[in-house]
Structure formats: C-alpha cells, structure tokens
T-cell receptor
C-alpha cells in the first residue's frame, strides 16, 4: 500500500461542497484508476487514465471529474457533493506489462451529509 | 459484457477447516480471472490469477483457485483456514474495455474465520 497513497484517508463534507481526493504513486506505472466501493456492490470504476493525456470515463463518472497532473498523480473531484456519493474511494495503478494486476491505495472514506 | 458473481455475502468457517469462496463468471472468449483480498482499513491486494494452463492456480498466503470451464466457476480455496484470513474477498474478470486493461469486480464475500 505504501507505493500508492491517498489523501485524505477520511473526509466529512456537506451537500453541495466541492472536494478533491488525491492519489500519488511511486511505482512508475502509467495507468491509474479511481473506484468507489459500496457494500454488496463491489468496486465500480469511475475514471481511468492510461497516461497524462489519456483520460477516460468509467461506468459511473457522472458527478465526478479527474485530473492527471503528472504520471504519479491522479486526483478525483466531486464538483458538488451529494449524500449518495458517500462511499469508500480507491485509487489503483497498473503496469502496462501486466495490466490486469492492479495495485491499490488504502482508500478514502467519504461521508457527505 | 463480462461479469462475475459471488453468491455468498459471507462465509463462516472454523480455524483449521478448509474454506471455499465461490465465484462464477460470464465472459465472451477466454476468461482472465482474478482474486483480490481486502483486509480491514486497507486497499485490495492481488491474490492470484488464471489466464491459461492448469485449472488449479496457486497464489499468495496458501490460497488456490480452481478454474472450471463447464461450470463457469473460479472458486477460491484454502485447505486450512487461519483467523488472519478473515477479510473481504473479491473475484474479478478482465474486461475488454480499454484494450483489455480493465477489471470488473464481483460484489465481494466476507470471510469470517473463528478460533
């Protein structure tokens, strides 16, 4: 987990607020992902990026945006948070040589009141 | 579309007993299947994968998984469970979006190993 870090680890915010979740990695991977985890639903992909100039929507991108500031950094923003965005958010990376094996950060627990 | 299903929300097993966590899949083409584990307050960790070859795949921490094409299953197993195996387990399948670099996860199964 130390290779992929996420900040903050926990966040409480109010409906309508803009917040940013940050992810950094030291693995040197080009590919980065943002997921959200909800009980019983597993992990669902929000956005993914194959390099700094290649960003793609996942299955649940509505209400979210991302920024790939550098190879090592991939941020997720909630422009106007709503309560059903309360979830556990994970960042992950993968190596182009082994794309199916992903390395996850420790997660950010977000509560939207 | 590729998908995996984990039919059990929770599996309870006594320490020292064998454990099985079930996963079934639905894919077009050859399946690439994975198991990940999530310990409390941690991100997911890769356990093992099946791409081709032997139907019994060995992974980390003494876990193994059996690929069964006729039953479209990829069950996770361990001969003797430890209390420290208690965690959330996710089955995943390679998704062909993004040139095959994506994973689709099941809903997860919580494994509880009791002393």
């Amino acid at each position: 987990d130390a290779d992929v870090t996420q900040t903050p680890r926990n966040r409480i915010t109010k409906t309508g607020k803009r917040i940013m979740l940050e992810c950094s990695q030291t693995k040197g991977h080009d590919r980065m992902y943002w997921y959200r985890q909800d009980p019983g639903l597993g992990l669902r992909l929000i956005y993914y990026s194959f390099d700094v100039k290649d960003i793609n929507k996942g299955e649940i991108s509505d209400g979210y945006s991302v920024s790939r500031q550098a190879q090592a950094k991939f941020s997720l923003s909630l422009e106007s948070a709503i309560p059903n965005q309360t979830a556990l958010y994970f960042c992950a990376t993968s190596d182009p040589g082994r794309p199916e094996t992903q390395y996850f950060g420790p997660g950010t627990r977000l509560l939207v009141l | 579309a590729q998908s995996v299903a984990q039919p059990e929300d929770q599996v309870n097993v006594a320490e020292g007993n064998p454990l099985t966590v079930k996963c079934t899949y639905s894919v077009s083409g050859n399946p690439y299947l994975f198991w990940y584990v999530q310990y409390p307050n941690r991100g997911l960790q890769f356990l093992l994968k099946y791409i081709t070859g032997d139907n019994l795949v060995k992974g980390s921490y003494g876990f193994e998984a059996e690929f069964n094409k006729s039953q479209t299953s990829f069950h996770l197993k361990k001969p003797s469970a430890l209390v420290s195996d208690s965690a959330l387990y996710f089955c995943a399948v390679r998704d062909m979006r993004g040139a095959g670099n994506m994973l689709t996860f099941g809903g997860g199964t919580r494994l509880m190993v009791k002393p």
